[in-house]
């Protein structure tokens, strides 16, 4: 089922036509997280972290997730689609939801104009998009994604098409694949879609 109740929260849907190869067309979800981390962060008392590759946490609770498809040729894009759901004046949730998810309502006690937040994840978003068309990559980002990662330096459970796995998560590299360090000491990059990140022992 869909939990969304009337005017309560912000359900939006960007088209992008990138020139770039479809292999790359994935980092436009961490480019999105980002954004949207950014414009949460600017509101007083809130800790925003990214749990990779798409969704936004806030006291380990989930506030949005992001979800991305693409049309392709063999060596273009014909479109891009990213989804974005973010939870602002949603004020009680089902009862299986609770643990898991939150909204800014809640973490913050007042309601928030979700127009004037939407006006401020563009701003991001358009700023560095920009900055992602003409790098071709994440490196401008990188390090501050990191820093928001509520993954990093924690132990992860690695959930595989083939085979799942516990892990200890170092951070993202350049093309936002998350680097993992196994238990026999190798590392390793991990695809966002070919794998599924939890915490050892639930959501994060």
Request: proline share 3%; charged share 25%.
């Amino acid at each position: 089922t869909w939990e969304s109740p009337a005017d309560s929260s912000i359900y939006m849907t960007l088209l992008l036509r990138p020139e770039m190869e479809p292999v790359k067309a994935p980092m436009l979800t961490l480019v999105m997280a980002y954004s949207v981390a950014r414009a949460l962060g600017e509101y007083e008392g809130l800790e925003v972290q990214i749990k990779w590759p798409n969704d936004i946490v806030i006291n380990g609770k989930k506030i949005c997730g992001i979800l991305t498809e693409m049309s392709t040729e063999i060596d273009c894009i014909n479109y891009v689609v990213i989804g974005v759901g973010i939870n602002v004046n949603t004020k009680v949730f089902p009862k299986e939801l609770e643990t898991t998810a939150s909204s800014l309502y809640l973490e913050t006690g007042h309601e928030i104009r979700r127009s004037t937040l939407i006006v401020s994840v563009m701003q991001y978003f358009e700023e560095i998009y920009q900055e992602f068309l003409e790098k071709g990559d994440l490196s401008g980002i990188r390090e501050e994604y990191n820093r928001l990662l509520v993954n990093r330096n924690r132990e992860v459970k690695i959930l595989g098409i083939k085979e799942n796995y516990h892990a200890y998560a170092l951070g993202i590299n350049d093309a936002g694949e998350l680097i993992v360090r196994k238990e026999d000491g190798s590392e390793e990059a991990v695809i966002s879609g070919e794998v599924s990140i939890r915490g050892p022992h639930g959501y994060v």
